[in-house]
């Protein structure tokens, strides 16, 4: 029987508003499900350096008798592999720092003949030799403008460790930023349009803000923002729009918030004088910067907001009573206007809470473990995923499993108890396409690769989120 488009489309939106309807208004799948067992039996493989890109997700795993070496997923059983084995027998190639152009994914690594950096396009044996002698400086790369722009050293210049680039095709060293054999150490990369912002030391200004355009007379201090050789020690920097937000110290106000802006930066001073109220754990959401502040010190660490402007610049609700801190911590944008994070009021203990921004608007989602902590900062990652929250957290009975929430108590549940004898630990939460991505604990399986169906149609006729129909379910 012939089905016309119009009422195939019809039918898969009657399906998926009634699947919205069964599900609690919400349309996402209920049953995690093993990918592989990548190091067969109880024992774990052991999945880092965790990367999403080009469709993909690339990782690096233990698989005994390979050692550790790249693998990826599409997030099927049958494309979930290693790309190659770069060293033979037991010994580990260590792929680390991903980082797409376009199809192609640069990472470091050590294979059996070279140290260096490679790339792939996550294809059975499809790796390639890009930079040879090479070793990279901390795990962080960042795409700028049809490069990848990395820190570190090549074998035989004394490990001088520096700023440099690659197309995948030709890598060279961007600047000698700290002349000599001594290493500049550039950190924490954020791209913004054209302009590349990291902190770095030229063994004169100590640890200062950088910026760079992809060449050496392009890549410059931005300001000596400490005065002399100590250093303002520039952290949590945030791309917010086209402008960079971050903390540092002058030496005269202490730790604040900084902007950046068009290569200038100023000064938000949060707490007057030289103890500083402090901008920790930076996210954009929308064109804002949430973060936990001290405040003007009356007050503990608390959740804040800014606009880049001194006037809107403020606490969003003082969480924790008196000098007791909130413990604001993971920091997550569902949409541009909400987001999620933990917090401790001093009565529930650290817990999921919501916010639009304003102080009304912000509270604890559910008091998910009674008894104690539901979530903290080691074992709980917050992840948006098709107009929802995924996270880890412990109800006190089943231990650190995988949760849900769409900023409601009601809709605030538990979605599989992955290891019913213990804690699943779910980590490592990526998004690829339709599936939540992540790492668990079974006690028949180990530490290993799961998935997360978090549409329930995605036929081609729709987006693929069906909270868009949530307002018709009674």
Same mark, same amino acid.
């Given at each position: 029987?012939?089905?016309?488009?119009?009422?195939?489309?019809?039918?898969?939106?009657?399906?998926?508003?009634?699947?919205?309807?069964?599900?609690?208004?919400?349309?996402?799948?209920?049953?995690?499900?093993?990918?592989?067992?990548?190091?067969?039996?109880?024992?774990?493989?052991?999945?880092?350096?965790?990367?999403?890109?080009?469709?993909?997700?690339?990782?690096?795993?233990?698989?005994?008798g390979s050692g550790y070496e790249p693998w990826r997923s599409d997030g099927t059983t049958a494309g979930t592999f290693m790309i190659e084995e770069m060293r033979?027998?037991?010994?580990?190639?260590?792929?680390?720092?991903?980082?797409?152009?376009?199809?192609?994914?640069?990472?470091?690594?050590?294979?059996?003949?070279?140290?260096?950096?490679?790339?792939?396009?996550?294809?059975?044996?499809?790796?390639?030799?890009?930079?040879?002698?090479?070793?990279?400086?901390?795990?962080?790369?960042?795409?700028?403008?049809g490069q990848v722009y990395l820190a570190g050293s090549e074998v035989g210049d004394g490990g001088d460790k520096e700023l440099w680039k690659t197309d995948g095709a030709t890598s060279v060293r961007v600047k000698d930023i700290n002349p000599g054999a001594v290493s500049s150490y550039p950190e924490d990369l954020v791209a913004i349009g054209t302009t590349l912002y990291f902190t770095a030391n030229d063994g004169t200004h100590g640890v200062e803000l950088w910026s760079s355009d992809g060449t050496a007379a392009g890549t410059s201090l931005v300001?000596?923002?400490? +005065? @002399?050789?100590? !250093?303002?020690?520039? $952290?949590?920097? %945030?791309?917010?729009?086209?402008r960079l937000f971050m903390?540092?110290? &002058?030496?005269?106000?202490?730790?604040?918030?900084?902007i950046v802006e068009s290569g200038v930066p100023s000064l938000i001073d949060i707490r007057p004088g030289g103890n500083g109220g402090g901008a920790g754990g930076i996210t954009a959401v929308g064109d804002l910067a949430y973060f936990r502040s001290l405040g003007d010190g009356t007050t503990g660490a608390e959740l804040w907001r800014s606009d880049g402007t001194d006037v809107g610049t403020y606490m969003v609700k003082e969480i924790? +009573? @008196?000098?007791? !801190?909130?413990?604001? $911590?993971?920091? %997550?944008?569902?949409?541009?206007?909400?987001?999620?994070?933990?917090? &401790?009021?001093?009565?529930?203990?650290?817990?999921?809470?919501?916010?639009?921004?304003?102080?009304?608007?912000?509270?604890?989602?559910?008091?998910?473990?009674?008894?104690?902590?539901?979530?903290?900062?080691?074992?709980?990652?917050?992840?948006?995923?098709?107009?929802?929250v995924y996270f880890s957290a412990d109800d006190g009975i089943h231990g650190f499993e995988l949760w849900r929430?769409?900023?409601?108590?009601?809709?605030?549940?538990?979605?599989?108890?992955?290891?019913?004898s213990g804690n699943g630990y779910p980590g490592n939460l990526t998004v690829i396409d339709h599936q939540l991505l992540f790492t668990a604990t079974h006690p028949d399986y180990g530490n290993e690769l799961w998935a997360l169906d978090v549409c329930v149609f995605c036929d081609g006729f729709e987006s693929g989120d069906c909270t868009a129909w949530a307002t018709a379910c009674p």
């Amino acid at each position: 029987m012939h089905v016309s488009h119009q009422w195939r489309r019809q039918i898969a939106v009657g399906l998926t508003l009634a699947a919205c309807c069964l599900t609690g208004a919400s349309g996402w799948a209920d049953d995690p499900y093993l990918l592989l067992d990548i190091n067969p039996g109880t024992d774990h493989s052991y999945i880092s350096n965790v990367y999403a890109g080009g469709g993909l997700l690339f990782f690096r795993a233990y698989r005994p008798g390979s050692g550790y070496e790249p693998w990826r997923s599409d997030g099927t059983t049958a494309g979930t592999f290693m790309i190659e084995e770069m060293r033979a027998g037991t010994n580990s190639s260590l792929p680390a720092a991903w980082c797409a152009l376009d199809r192609d994914v640069i990472f470091s690594a050590a294979s059996d003949t070279d140290t260096g950096l490679f790339v792939t396009q996550g294809v059975a044996s499809d790796v390639t030799l890009v930079k040879t002698g090479f070793a990279i400086w901390g795990t962080e790369s960042v795409a700028m403008g049809g490069q990848v722009y990395l820190a570190g050293s090549e074998v035989g210049d004394g490990g001088d460790k520096e700023l440099w680039k690659t197309d995948g095709a030709t890598s060279v060293r961007v600047k000698d930023i700290n002349p000599g054999a001594v290493s500049s150490y550039p950190e924490d990369l954020v791209a913004i349009g054209t302009t590349l912002y990291f902190t770095a030391n030229d063994g004169t200004h100590g640890v200062e803000l950088w910026s760079s355009d992809g060449t050496a007379a392009g890549t410059s201090l931005v300001q000596d923002i400490y +005065p @002399g050789l100590l !250093p303002s020690s520039p $952290d949590d920097l %945030t791309a917010v729009g086209d402008r960079l937000f971050m903390q540092a110290d &002058d030496g005269a106000h202490g730790g604040e918030l900084w902007i950046v802006e068009s290569g200038v930066p100023s000064l938000i001073d949060i707490r007057p004088g030289g103890n500083g109220g402090g901008a920790g754990g930076i996210t954009a959401v929308g064109d804002l910067a949430y973060f936990r502040s001290l405040g003007d010190g009356t007050t503990g660490a608390e959740l804040w907001r800014s606009d880049g402007t001194d006037v809107g610049t403020y606490m969003v609700k003082e969480i924790g +009573p @008196g000098n007791q !801190p909130g413990y604001v $911590d993971l920091i %997550t944008d569902l949409d541009g206007t909400v987001l999620f994070f933990i917090a &401790d009021d001093g009565v529930h203990g650290s817990e999921l809470w919501r916010s639009d921004g304003t102080e009304t608007g912000t509270w604890m989602v559910r008091d998910i473990n009674p008894a104690g902590d539901g979530l903290n900062s080691v074992n709980s990652e917050i992840v948006e995923a098709g107009g929802a929250v995924y996270f880890s957290a412990d109800d006190g009975i089943h231990g650190f499993e995988l949760w849900r929430s769409d900023g409601t108590e009601f809709g605030t549940q538990l979605v599989a108890d992955i290891n019913p004898s213990g804690n699943g630990y779910p980590g490592n939460l990526t998004v690829i396409d339709h599936q939540l991505l992540f790492t668990a604990t079974h006690p028949d399986y180990g530490n290993e690769l799961w998935a997360l169906d978090v549409c329930v149609f995605c036929d081609g006729f729709e987006s693929g989120d069906c909270t868009a129909w949530a307002t018709a379910c009674p």
